[in-house]
């Protein structure tokens, strides 16, 4: 488990979201202010497995160009697409936001063009997605 100095900050909530032909969905979510998720994702991948999280939100990430999304994935996961990975690197020192999310749950990136631009000229790291009805 993640322990100690090398352990991120982690915050476990549920988020329910309203579908009215099924009822609510209920979703075991974490955010791990993370201060470099790369040297602790088996860690997380731990994590993940015992508490059944479906959606992952990562502060300060600290990943760039070299750090694909499959690494990501394939670290976290059983099968190597059972998580989705969204995230806004930051590519220099420190930073970025990262989201995985279960295949299985609908989402829809939520960034219009011009929201995009607007944020990217304030430096924001930003990361946003819209859970689908089923």
Do not use: Y
């Amino acid at each position: 488990m993640l322990t100690g100095s090398a352990a991120p900050t982690s915050i476990k909530c549920d988020f329910i979201c309203q579908d009215d032909k099924n009822g609510p969905a209920l979703f075991n979510c974490t955010l791990i202010n993370a201060c470099s998720i790369v040297n602790k994702i088996d860690n997380l991948a731990l994590v993940i497995e015992a508490q059944s999280i479906d959606i992952v939100l990562i502060t300060e990430s600290r990943l760039g160009d070299s750090i694909v999304d499959s690494f990501l994935i394939n670290a976290v996961s059983e099968s190597c697409n059972q998580f989705r990975c969204f995230r806004k690197d930051r590519n220099r020192q420190g930073g970025g936001v990262c989201m995985l999310i279960r295949s299985c749950i609908k989402t829809m990136g939520t960034m219009g063009t011009t929201l995009l631009w607007f944020l990217q000229d304030l430096h924001m790291e930003l990361v946003a997605v819209d859970i689908l009805n089923s």
